[in-house]
């Protein structure tokens, strides 16, 4: 893959001189593939032929080129969006590319707007939004964290991957009450873990083709992990996506326990490891989707009535800034009436302005379901 052949600089973590011709050549290739299809990503809309001159011959200080951060684009023309970002250099190296996208995917947060600080609330304020437990499957709500010091996924050397999930294991193993658990390495997991797991639907695996074409799943299954508390109501990936991905979650919907039970584990977390975070991007994250709060909360929601008026269902979620997905999510259909459904902003709000916009959208869409 293309980012594999910056090895040789980001051992030594600078850039060596300028992009490889390679690169370049692999660059124009895609690009001309990219403007003659008939994808739909903010990629294709915000790399005009000028910004694509501007920007081909840029490096970051690990040595990560514009094809390392549109690769993955470039192999999928179905993207949605179409970048990551390989460093958090990029960021700022490629900030002309990455800041309109973000705009357009955060609904408004231009290049001029700084992330407020991290506020989780009064959790007190939440609640179940399906007490009577007609609509809501089930609720999750997570967060992305990458740790200081270390680079994203495409960068990381296989001694970092080792060193990282040494760090991570450690730390989670530390923790009491309702979170303690116990860490599952993917190297040397055995079958009967591996099928436990997989049993619980918590085992992320390769394959991944949007991350895999962005150069994200090197040394495989090296540095990687899953953690989960004895209720399996708390968990953590190690290097999935995202150097740590803190999720909560359990049957019904009562947003209120599970958002709680997140807050005290990514603090727990964080009193045992720095995060990294950027003065106008919030926490930083290898999608430029899941920047600043990188909270996603959601829930599996049963809406027959709704499924079979989807324009109604797409518009009230729209009110709410909400997103709808599959059963299954991301680039999956729905299965039954049920959907996945959960919060789109995640910059220019705080934590819990963005868990009480999907917090007040689903009990708008159940009003409407049982009105239907």
Not at 6 to 27: E, F, Q, T
Not at 182 to 209: A, S, V
């Amino acid at each position: 893959m293309a980012a594999a052949c910056h090895d040789c600089y980001r051992k030594c973590g600078k850039s060596a001189g300028g992009v490889d011709p390679n690169v370049l050549d692999k660059l124009e290739k895609g690009f001309a593939q990219l403007q003659t299809s008939n994808s739909k990503s903010l990629l294709k809309k915000y790399l005009t032929r000028p910004l694509f001159e501007e920007l081909k011959n840029k490096k970051t200080s690990f040595g990560s080129t514009l094809l390392d951060c549109i690769q993955s684009g470039l192999a999928n023309h179905d993207s949605g969006i179409g970048v990551y970002a390989p460093d958090a250099d990029a960021y700022t190296v490629f900030s002309k590319l990455f800041d309109p996208i973000i705009e357009d995917y955060h609904l408004g947060f231009t290049k001029n707007d700084k992330h407020p600080p991290s506020d989780f609330g009064d959790v007190k304020t939440l609640g179940n939004v399906d007490p009577g437990g007609k609509f809501v499957i089930s609720t999750r709500v997570r967060c992305g964290r990458s740790l200081e010091g270390y680079p994203f996924n495409p960068c990381l050397t296989e001694a970092q991957y080792k060193e990282m999930e040494k760090k991570v294991s450690t730390t989670l193993t530390e923790l009491t009450g309702e979170l303690k658990g116990r860490y599952y390495p993917l190297t040397g997991m055995t079958k009967k873990d591996q099928q436990q797991l997989i049993d619980d639907h918590f085992l992320f695996k390769e394959g991944d083709r949007f991350l895999q074409a962005a150069n994200a799943c090197r040394f495989w299954p090296t540095g990687r992990g899953i953690f989960h508390n004895d209720n399996k109501t708390f968990l953590v990936w190690c290097n999935e996506e995202d150097h740590l991905r803190i999720i909560s979650m359990q049957q019904g919907g009562d947003l209120g326990a599970i958002y709680r039970r997140l807050i005290e584990g990514v603090q727990s977390i964080e009193k045992r490891m720095k995060f990294s975070r950027h003065p106008r991007l919030g926490f930083l994250t290898f999608c430029p989707t899941n920047l600043g709060t990188t909270i996603r909360a959601s829930v599996h929601i049963q809406v027959p009535k709704l499924a079979s008026n989807y324009k109604k269902l797409e518009e009230v979620a729209g009110r709410y800034n909400l997103q709808v997905r599959g059963t299954r999510g991301e680039h999956t259909e729905a299965e039954g009436g049920i959907y996945d459904i959960s919060n789109k902003r995640r910059m220019g709000l705080t934590e819990y302005q963005a868990v009480k916009e999907m917090h007040d959208g689903i009990l708008e869409i159940i009003k409407h379901e049982s009105a239907a």
